[in-house]
């Protein structure tokens, strides 16, 4: 941990850092519903939209959450949260979760560069780690393997949409998650430690519950062949450079 007064900040993982400490010593700045700045202890601000060096990395700050660990208060610094493909589209790929440093190095997935659509694409935060490099020479070996970027401390890694996966990725790029192959919604279950009754799982199976939790919250009547989940949004499922450096 790095201690800047009271406050403690300590990165989660390859897209969060998380402060901890003195945080009831901390201003957050709140507009239209969203926090855009803190005002710290030592009266130093950090905005959304701005890098913060924590341990020689950097983390662009484009989302700040508050939240409450029992009594604790914390503040999340993200320069990103995980996107749908992320969940949707990564079990495409072979191998268990863990192979891919899922909660460590690996930052979000992608359907794509806003030069390259169509494919899967994976950000990580590059790290010298001799298991990272193995780890980087195992999906160069893969057959689906195109290319790899580097974005300064971040690395890019492009693939094409294995032959067998190709039906479900147009499902998903379409909103029509139920209509995933049965095979595919196992797997994917299965990759994240998922089961049927998770919220991913309703979405898949379309669970009763999930669509009269939605009709209850929207206040209206789902037609029965409505998906239980919002379609993708492009600008958060390609790779854009300038959300992240």
Not at 14 to 20: E, F, S
Not at 46 to 60: F, L
Not at 75 to 91: E, G, M, Q, R, T
Request: aromatic fraction near 12%; charged fraction near 25%; charge should be positive.
């Amino acid at each position: 941990m790095v201690k800047c007064e009271t406050v403690l900040f300590n990165p989660l993982n390859a897209r969060t850092v998380r402060l901890t400490g003195g945080t009831k010593t901390i201003n957050p700045h709140v507009f239209d519903a969203e926090i855009v700045s803190l005002e710290m202890p030592t009266d130093v601000v950090i905005s959304t939209g701005e890098t913060i060096s924590i341990k020689n990395r950097k983390y662009k700050v484009n989302f700040i959450d508050k939240l409450y660990k029992g009594n604790v208060l914390i503040y999340d610094l993200h320069v990103a949260k995980p996107n749908k493909s992320n969940i949707f589209i990564l079990p495409m790929l072979s191998g268990e979760r863990n192979l891919y440093f899922y909660n460590t190095h690996l930052v979000n997935v992608f359907i794509g560069t806003v030069q390259q659509k169509g494919c899967i694409a994976l950000l990580y935060r590059w790290s010298k780690d001799p298991l990272f490099l193995k780890f980087e020479a195992a999906v160069k070996q893969f057959r689906s393997y195109i290319d790899m970027e580097d974005h300064d401390e971040y690395v890019l890694y492009l693939f094409d949409v294995p032959s067998g996966q190709k039906q479900n990725y147009k499902k998903f790029i379409n909103g029509k998650y139920s209509e995933l192959s049965t095979k595919y919604k196992t797997q994917l279950l299965k990759f994240h430690g998922m089961n049927i009754d998770s919220q991913i799982g309703q979405i898949l199976f379309k669970s009763e519950k999930r669509k009269h939790r939605l009709e209850t919250m929207l206040g209206c009547i789902l037609d029965d062949e409505a998906e239980l989940y919002s379609i993708i949004d492009p600008k958060k499922e390609l790779f854009n450079p300038k959300n992240y450096l």
